[in-house]
Each structure stands twice: as C-alpha cells, then as structure tokens.
C-alpha cells in the first residue's frame, strides 16, 4: 500500500508519496501568495492552498495505481484563524503564524486576565501568534464578520476538512491556539468565554 503526506507550509503545500516500507515514489510542491494587506499583518487565502493540494495530488499521483492509497497524512503551519461560516464558505483571509496585529489583544490575555490564569487554562501564555488573540481582533474589528463564524480551524484542519468533511484538530496543534485545556485534552471553557466562541464552532479533537 502506497501512503501520502501533505504538508501546508507559508509559501507552498509539499506533498510526498510513499510506500508502506517508507521507500519515497515521488515529491511535488505547489506556492501560492501571502498577502501583507498592512505592516505587520500575514494572511492567505484558504482556497489557494486547496486550490493548489489538488492540482499537486493529481501530478503526484499521475500513471500511479491510485487504489493502492490506503491514507493521507497532514501537517503544516500552526497557529492561523481560519474562519467559515454556516455555508462552510471562508469569511475571510486566514490571518497566519506570522501575523503580528494582536497586540492589544495579547497584553490584554496576559495583563488582565493574566499570565497565572493563562496558564491554569492551558498551560500556556499569550503571544501574538497563537490563535485566541486572532479571535479577540476578529471579534472587536470585524465583528460582523465574528458573528458569521460557524467553524474555526487551523490551516492544515481547513485543507483536511475539505478533503474529507471531517471538522477535527490533533492535540498537538490545538495547545498552541490557547484555546485548550492541555492537561484535560479538552476545550476550556474559561477560554471559550473570555473569546466569546462556543465548543460546537471548534474541532473535534484527536491525540497526535
């Protein structure tokens, strides 16, 4: 049986197929944009990075036996706000990793509500990056477009959700969104609520 990796960086999607014994067959890479609408700001447009996995799924997988793929793996960059609406259509850009217009929104977690209780939720503390901050932007500058959300996921999450309707996460990208409780391998509520985001509109979550 043959097996492929995606793997969704910033400037391209990676995609790798291999044997079950781990012999390589075959590696292809897709770019696409980054958008840096205002300094500071990195986003991108999720329909290119499937855009771009599907145009690179079928040269890899071009004069090969397609039946023999008995699974796909995913990874990628972490950290990004991809929001949809109730029509799984994106609301807007994917606000990435790299973004840094949180500012205001990162000392607030931190100050206020404070690095102690950040790290009881989740055993972390705020930074720029992560996607809770993100959040907080979208709710206070975009804020029709936050009552639009129907689902936030992570970049790669958005690329597996398309390929397969499944509206899931793994552990080990979820920790850095400060969203969740790592010790309970759960959501955390105190952070659902200070977002302002309810347990239905993030993704089921898998161990690693």
């Known amino acids: 049986m043959n097996y492929i990796g995606i793997d969704l960086g910033t400037s391209a999607v990676k995609l790798l197929l291999m044997e079950g014994s781990g012999k390589i067959l075959k590696i292809v890479s897709r770019e696409y944009p980054i958008c840096f609408p205002k300094p500071g700001w990195s986003e991108q447009n999720p329909y290119d990075w499937f855009t771009q996995s599907m145009d690179g799924l079928k040269e890899l997988l071009d004069g090969t036996d397609r039946s023999l793929v008995a699974g796909i793996s995913f990874g990628g960059q972490m950290h990004g706000l991809v929001a949809l609406d109730d029509k799984d259509e994106v609301i807007r850009p994917a606000i990435l990793w790299n973004d840094g217009r949180t500012g205001e929104e990162t000392e607030y977690l931190n100050e206020v509500i ?8 989740t055993a972390n503390i705020a930074f720029a ?4 901050p993100k959040i907080l ?10 009552e639009k959300i129907a689902k936030i996921m992570l970049p790669k999450d958005y ?12 552990v080990s990208d979820a920790s850095g969104m400060l969203l969740m409780d790592v010790k309970n391998r759960s959501w955390s509520k105190e952070m659902m609520d200070i977002c302002g985001i309810t347990e239905d509109k993030l993704p ?3 161990e690693s």
């Not at 990056?129 to 809770?132: D, E, K, L, P, S």
């Not at 690329?159 to 793994?170: E, I, P, R, V």
């Open 114 to 121: 404070g690095k102690d209780k950040l790290s009881e939720y």
């Open 129 to 132: 990056g992560f996607t809770a």
């Open 137 to 146: 932007w979208m709710k206070k500058h975009e804020p029709e477009n936050f």
């Open 159 to 170: 690329l597996a959700y398309k390929l397969s309707g499944s509206f899931c996460t793994d």
């Open 204 to 206: 089921k979550l898998y």
